[in-house]
Nanobody
Framework: QVQLVESGGGLVQAGGSLRLSCAAS????????MAWFRQAPGKEREFVAA?????YYADSVKGRFTISRDNAKNTVYLQMNSLKPEDTADYFC???????????????????WGQGTQVTVSS
């Protein structure tokens, strides 16, 4: 069982930066694929970034967001730069055991989810 707790969300102006953190419980954190998804108001949840043996990004955030992990701290991060109003959403951290899966962008690859943290980007 893995429990995930996100933090770092908030209100920021367009062009600004935020860093989200996701703290995970459990002693096998390093063996999990980790991901960030987001859900904007009135829209479906969408893939943002994932990290396992490599890092993957949605086209909409490539070059602006960076996912990283610190296995010693059981934490995954999402550094978000050059934020845009369209990045406004609830951001969710997810963990899955399919470390080498090519389906890293699919929600059903992840068994464990956090409660989410809200990010609001003002124009």
């Amino acid at each position: 069982q893995v429990q995930l707790v996100e933090s770092g969300g908030g209100l920021v102006q367009a062009g600004g930066s935020l860093r989200l953190s996701c703290a995970a419980s459990g002693r096998t954190f390093s063996s999990y694929a980790m991901a960030w998804f987001r859900q904007a108001p009135g829209k479906e949840r969408e893939f943002v970034a994932a990290i396992s043996w490599s890092a993957y990004y949605a086209d909409s955030v490539k070059g602006r967001f960076t996912i990283s992990r610190d296995n010693a701290k059981n934490t995954v991060y999402l550094q978000m730069n050059s934020l845009k109003p369209e990045d406004t959403a609830d951001y969710f951290c997810a963990a899955g055991s399919s470390y080498y899966s090519r389906n890293y962008y699919r929600e059903n690859e992840y068994a464990y989810w956090g409660q989410g943290t809200q990010v609001t980007v003002s124009s």
